[in-house]
């Protein structure tokens, strides 16, 4: 098993172009989450998906979409990049939820570290 | 956005010594996670607890679930060099089914 990949792991961008950064998973995890991490933050929830075809906002989704057309792969989408998108990206996968009860098999990948000029 | 209070920021201590970090939060949680996070690496879930009270432990970590369920603490005993990296507290938010918050993190140095 990979686990969780994310792939690019480094990216430069100017302010107004769009990219895709991929996340896929071959635990065959129901939920997959995208996170952002900023220096004395911690992590914050952009988006979620509890399975394919479904997904949910988090704490700070403006200016990303995401979609889940697979059980594996989780994109999340940035249409107008801006330098307040500067961030670390991670996505995680688990295949529980608050209805399974549990969460101590969350995987995060190693992080897509995105710069907006 | 709703984040959870992590003390301290960062931590320095020689190697062999015991370690204490906290979280608190205005709101009740259901289930509390703590994670580990080595540089340029995702966070690796180190213990999880789910009952009020609970207190687990993992090798020389221990994590508590606070009796409020609004903190919860990790400790680490005699701590080694590969201990350094950022630890994170996470809480599932009753309000916000499905959903973790987290901590700020703290950082820790260990110094042989």
């Known amino acids: 098993n990979a686990g969780v990949t994310q792939t690019p792991k480094f990216q430069v961008l100017k302010t107004g172009q769009s990219m895709t950064l991929q996340c896929a998973q071959d635990m065959n995890h129901e939920y997959m989450s995208w996170y952002r991490q900023d220096p004395g933050m911690g992590l914050r929830l952009i988006h979620y998906?509890?399975?394919?075809?479904?997904?949910d906002q988090g704490e700070v989704p403006n200016g990303y979409n995401v979609s889940r057309s697979t059980t594996e792969d989780f994109p999340l989408r940035l249409l107008s990049a801006a330098p307040s998108q500067t961030s670390v990206y991670f996505c995680?996968?688990?295949?529980?939820?608050?209805?399974?009860?549990?969460?101590?098999?969350?995987?995060f990948g190693p992080g897509t570290r995105l710069t907006v000029l | 956005g709703q984040q959870l209070n992590q003390s301290p920021q960062s931590m320095f201590i020689q190697e062999g010594e015991d370690v204490s970090m906290n979280c608190t939060s205005s709101s009740i949680f259901n289930t509390w996670l703590w994670y580990k996070q080595d540089p340029g690496e995702g966070p690796v879930l180190l213990i999880a607890?789910?009952?009020?009270?609970e207190l687990t432990s993992n090798g020389r970590l221990t994590a508590q679930f606070g009796i409020t369920r609004k903190d919860s603490f990790l400790n680490i005993s005699a701590s080694i060099p590969s201990d350094v990296g950022i630890y994170f507290c996470a809480g599932q938010d009753l309000g916000n089914t499905d959903k973790l918050i987290f901590g700020t993190g703290t950082r820790l140095q260990v110094f042989p």
């Open positions: 607890l789910y009952k009020a009270g």
């Open positions: 998906s509890v399975g394919a075809g479904i997904t």
């Open positions: 995680a996968s688990s295949d529980t939820t608050r209805l399974a009860g549990g969460w101590d098999t969350q995987y």
